[in-house]
């Protein structure tokens, strides 16, 4: 037996050579991206959607690069020596309104649902997410949060019974065929200009006005500042010479990030500053950001969007010919 076994106290009922284990490294990508591809089917996984996909062993390495052989954060299972589903406690953060939040993402492969695999696995990350919020003892609320699409139906089963809520829904959509549109002028006094590092805290101060108040929104900060050029400007797949960028004086006041992902468009942000929203800013960027993928050969793209149009930006993006393929759902279940 190895050594890196994990003894579970909730063990579903005998199945036949199932055991559970920590994660061993790099030797273990491949088998975690079988799981995905045994379920692309059954859980009609959308290859060249913005939020899922099946990764691929590079992309599952870039993923846990750093997470080291026997964190206490991965759960694997495995039966008779094939790994069959894993968990991992992956992100927590603290939102403007104190809540902080502790992220959790399973994945099960189809034929061993059902056999009570996935609410052990559960409970597992229950238990490893109480261990770290007893270590940093938040003075606040806090709540576990999970994700599914649309069309995990086991998976969005599973939390509903271990009495996860539905908190807000993301409509993923896209753009195919894209065609070439005319342009669509900026309002009067709004330009726009090339991206240059030296703008990043600009186009940072813009995308922190535009989303302050929003449901997941962080306080600003130097090391909020510092993730944002990470996920946004400088990480893997950004491309800001395909960044749409609008300027009043010195002011960023509207942006659109463009990128391309697995042969397909994608735009990740699209954000306008309060106090110019609903002048056409969004539009004529979305407009721009469009243009420059059919430029580079580009003929789907792809968005994710808020499910209710709360701000107006799904209906901006029907309006250009943007249609809902599937939904996200985030759930959550405070501590108790």
Not at 59 to 65: F, I, K, Y
Not at 91 to 112: A, D, I, K, M, N
Not at 183 to 210: C, H, M, N, W
Request: contains cysteine.
């Amino acid at each position: 037996m190895s050594n890196n076994t994990v003894h579970l106290p909730d063990a579903p009922p005998p199945v036949p050579a199932l055991s559970f284990r920590r994660f061993r490294g790099p030797v273990d990508y491949a088998p975690l991206v079988a799981v995905h591809e045994a379920a692309r089917e059954w859980d009609r996984v959308d290859p060249l959607s913005a939020r899922e996909g099946i990764p691929t062993v590079e992309t599952m390495g870039q993923l846990l690069d750093g997470v080291p052989p026997d964190t206490p954060d991965i759960l694997i299972a495995d039966i008779d020596g094939r790994v069959v589903g894993y968990n991992h406690v992956l992100f927590r953060w603290t939102e403007e309104t104190g809540l902080r939040v502790y992220l959790h993402l399973g994945y099960l492969v189809p034929e061993w649902r059902g056999h009570g695999i996935g609410q052990t696995m559960l409970r597992w990350c229950q238990r490893r997410i109480q261990e770290i919020a007893a270590g940093e003892r938040h003075h606040g609320p806090t709540t576990y949060a999970t994700n599914v699409s649309s069309t995990e139906q086991e998976a969005d089963a599973l939390v509903r019974q271990n009495g996860y809520s539905d908190v807000h829904r993301l409509s993923d959509m896209k753009r195919e065929p894209l065609l070439l549109l005319p342009p669509t002028a900026l309002p009067s006094g709004v330009a726009q200009r090339p991206v240059e590092p030296a703008q990043y805290r600009a186009i940072y101060a813009a995308f922190k006005d535009a989303f302050a108040g929003n449901w997941t929104s962080t306080p600003e900060s130097e090391d909020d500042y510092l993730q944002f050029i990470d996920d946004e400007m400088a990480g893997p797949g950004c491309d800001p010479e395909l960044y749409q960028v609008a300027w009043a004086g010195d002011q960023v006041v509207g942006l659109v990030f463009a990128r391309i992902e697995r042969g397909v468009g994608v735009i990740p942000q699209v954000a306008v500053r309060k106090a110019w929203q609903r002048r056409g800013i969004g539009r004529a960027l979305m407009v721009a950001a469009l243009r420059a993928l059919y430029d580079r050969g580009m003929r789907q793209v792809r968005i994710i969007t808020d499910a209710e149009d709360a701000y107006g930006a799904r209906s901006l993006y029907e309006s250009l010919g943007f249609r809902e393929v599937k939904q996200h759902i985030f759930y959550r279940k405070p501590f108790a």
